[in-house]
């Protein structure tokens, strides 16, 4: 006989974890629903407390996020319209109060420690956010005049106003970083030498791709996306051609033609080579250049540069079409050739990393594409105490992978300067407690709200060209972001199932309005799946919550956690309180901090990452340790 | 009481009948209901078996008395016709609506107390005048509104909440149906919609007076140890004597087991009840052997459970139901003209002229 499922173990943090799509999709684990619920309450600095603890940039991420957590947010499966989750974290940033009285202490006694960071992007700062109040010493050496790595030169302002960057910035440096701008590293080896307990290299991608063509070298009209917004930034390029093509649909290519319009283009066209569903660019970064009138032109393969005296005059293009072939990837077939005029060329087709400056003969190993092999969960590449992240490591992605990598890294840099193991990660833990408040009152709105996604407000077409500075999204007002906050589901009140106390009386089968839950005999998986009130429509990707066996007849609790909408009437219908809507609070370790450990005087972080259960019902299931 | 309404939200696979609705749209409001009443559960059944045999909502008449009971069918077909009457007399008022309009579907909620107390001279000349509804009677053993006094099915033993023991005989709704020449007899049980489910659906397509009991425990007043309506000695002495498939007309018999096994009953309109798994000497169309045999079971301890009678339809002849008994027209009143169902003073003065 085939073995019948084997009941969930929710004393593991990852099974309520995994319930909270949009905190198990976000690379450094921010606890969404909690601060979407500090927002609704009108306790923006408590919510941007609780979002820094996690991702640290929650002004510049709030603005500039990729937002892994949206698409996987159980909004989309119900209704096809994830939360505004990033756009509410900007409103806790926008309405936060002075932080900075709630930011950990440093001690004036170092613990003798020293680190040295290279590049001051977002993944080094992360490092020295955390190890700072710890009482490392950290030195991060920056290339450039400014901190903030990509965050700095790629974003453009109109994206993202340098006040929102530098004041997010200043919180960490401002906690006694060792900041050497203009400071280039041109040896690793050199850097070594020097008496640093550990390195860590955030260096980021900072080489743009080529596109080595006919004619390419033989114009200055002819840039390299990141450089060339790099140069807006630093105030080198202000203006640019009339007409002007932008080569690769990726973010940098969207960037890259927004920023040219404000530089005076009247004419700027993204060039793709395949259809829009091959687009690499974010949807809601697509949209926003559709809607300055960027015109993208797809099945455009570029085939060579028209230059005259130097100066360009257009490019010429493969019309192509697109068909799988035998390997399963696509094949392009060429079917016309096209002249599209322009001034100005500016290539976004990617970036990579580059080390010329790691020596080969220092212990660093590469791989056979020439990048340095990186532990995936130590972060420290093959010399001991030299540590990487952020792009660095495995190449681009994006702001908030850059900030989990900082934690990890943190963590081992402490694990290593303590002589203790790198690869016994310290355990998660979770907190399960009650959120009943009466008869039938919750601590959290449980009710569905059928509201559509609020639509984000931009400046005026006109206005927003005038200057380069103009944000060009006004954030929600306060009746959008009441609307807004009431989408959250709230999937981290869970639906939590004491198998011992069911009486099998069907109450909480017949009120589920997403028919969630079943009651019947265990079985094989590929059996058992197929007996349940409703069709599973996601699985396994979303979870079944599998009871242990029920006391009256042995069947069992099936929970098909896919698309509930954690409303609570199975608890409210339920005679025994087998159900109960408990929050499950995900207790993540950080460098020298345990799961659930704070930084000493951390009052209203307490305040801000406590559940919000108050009354007799208070039922802590502390310590639930992976 | 919930403080939120049931969202109207519901799962993206949810299958349409043939009318276009889904379960969903066979709802009531929110149950007021204690949470886990079993009456909530037998609604959640009653939904399901009107959604499978694709019926019209307002082709329905749902009535009901007093006690928890009444309150049910306000939680299901919520575009039905409805009344809850007074206590007791939902069988007089069902009848009503039944004779002025025989197209409508007639089913009755009631409870031990509704139809076994207060309401019995009702319910014994309902079966015997045979009027075409599905009589349910939501039998918890207990006066739930009342804070949980013993009900006239309570068993000889059974304590109260606060550990009174009852010494009273009780009244066998299934027993006595059967005496007095009901057609259709059920018993059931909310905690298992398996079984309840297809014989609620032969139970409206059953012509004439159809009663299923179902054991719907009290979870506030008579859940606990010692009482014999609780859901766990229920389970502790279930014995589903008979399963019973309900066959919609013309629809082929896929059997999974030996012919030997199955019996199958017609009913009037060509669908058909089958039987099967039935006890070797059990005739579920034998009304003395079925009432023997429930006796029997009854001193074993045990709560037999299932369609454990139905008379076959018979041949060509005079109707047995209420209609036929009383050689009434054969359309809905509703579909006279009113000169004609009231034809004025005249002549009456006429027909009184007659008997004077």
Known sequence: MIASMKPTDTRNPDHYHRVVDCQWGCPAHTDIPEYIRLIANGQYTESYLLNRKSNIFPGILGRTCDRPCEPVCRRVRLDGEPVAICRLKRVASDLRDDIRPYLPEIPTEKNGKRIACIGAGCASLTVANDLLPLGYEVTIFEKLAKPGGLMWTNIPEFRLPAQVLW????????????????????????????????????????????????????????????????SVRFGHIDECGDRVLVIGVGNTAMDCCRTAQRLGASDVKVMARKTKPYFKAS???????IEEQVEILENHSPSRFIIEDGKVKGMVFDLVSWHPCENGRLKAEVHDTKVIEADEVILAIGQDTAFPWIERDIGIEFNNWDMPIVDKTTFMTSRDGVFMGGDAAWGPENIIWGVEHGHQAAISIHAYCHGESLTDRPPE??????????????????????????????????????RMDIEVEEGFDIEQTLKEVERCLNCDAQTHFEANLCIECDACIDICPLDCLTITHNGPEEDLTQRLTAPLLNYPEEPLFISEELPQTGRIMVKDEDLCIHCGLCAERCPTAAWD?????????????????????????????????VGESELAEAGAVR | MSHIKKPRIHHPA???????????????????????????????????????????????????????????????????????????????????????????????????????????????????????MLYIIENNGVYGLTKGQFSASADVGSTAKRGQVNREH????????????????????????????????????????????????????????????????????????????????????????????????????????????????????????VYGYIR???????????????????????????HGLQGTVEEPLVDYPFAELCPGAEKLERLQERFR
Request: proline share 4%; charged share 25%.
């Open chain 1, 167 to 230: 004041e997010e910035i200043d919180y960490i440096l401002d906690m006694g970083v060792d900041l050497r701008l203009n400071h280039p590293i041109d040896s690793l080896a050199a850097l070594l030498e020097e008496d640093y307990d550990a390195v860590f290299i955030g260096s980021g991608a900072p080489k743009g791709k080529e596109l080595n063509l006919p004619g390419r070298w033989d114009s200055k009209q002819i840039h390299i996306g990141i450089e060339w917004l790099e």
């Open chain 1, 283 to 289: 949807p809601w970064e697509l949209e926003d250049a």
């Open chain 1, 429 to 466: 833990g979770m907190n399960l407690i009650s959120q009943k408040m009466g008869l039938h009152e919750w601590t959290y709105s449980n009710d569905y709200d059928e509201a559509q996604r609020a639509k984000m407000r931009h400046v005026d077409l006109q206005e927003r060209f005038k």
């Open chain 1, 581 to 613: 809507m408990r929050k499950s609070d995900l207790l993540i370790p950080y460098a020298g901090l345990a799961a659930g450990e704070l930084h000493p005087g951390m009052s209203i972080m307490d305040l801000a990452g406590a559940p919000a259960a």
């Open chain 2, 14 to 132: 949810l299958t349409r009948n043939r009318l276009g609705l889904t379960r969903r749209d066979y709802e009531g409001t929110m149950s007021t209901l204690c949470a886990g009443c079993g009456h909530d559960s037998i609604t959640a059944a009653i939904i399901e078996a009107f959604w499978e045999l694709e019926i019209e909502p307002h082709r329905v008449a749902k009535t009901s008395g007093i006690g928890c009971s009444g309150k049910t069918p306000t939680y299901f077909l919520q575009e039905a016709h409805g009344f809850n009457g007074v206590h007791g007399r939902m069988p007089s008022i069902t009848t009503g609506a039944h004779a002025a309009n025989r197209e409508l579907l007639c089913i009755g909620v009631s409870g031990d107390g509704d139809s076994l107390s207060i309401g019995m001279g009702q319910f014994a000349h309902v079966v015997r005048r045979n009027v075409d």
């Open chain 2, 170 to 289: 009780p009244i066998d709704s299934v027993l006595l149906a059967l005496n007095l020449g009901a057609g259709f007899v059920a018993r059931s049980f909310s905690g298992d919609k398996e079984q309840l489910v297809p014989i609620l659906k032969a139970g409206l397509r059953h012509r004439g007076f159809a009663l299923i009991d179902i054991i719907s425990p009290c979870v506030t007043f008579n859940d606990h140890h010692g009482s014999t309506k609780s859901y766990q000695y229920t389970r502790d002495n279930y014995n589903q004597l008979v399963y019973a498939d309900f066959v919609p007309p013309a629809h082929e018999i896929a059997a999974t087991y030996d012919e030997g096994d199955v019996r199958t009953v017609k009913l009037h309109d060509g669908s058909s009840i089958r039987f099967r798994k039935v006890p070797g000497n059990y005739d579920p169309t034998d009304r003395d052997a």
């Open chain 2, 296 to 322: 029997e079971r009854q001193r074993a301890g045990e709560v037999a459970t299932g369609l454990l009678y139905v008379e076959e339809a018979g041949g060509v002849g005079e109707e047995s139901d209420f």
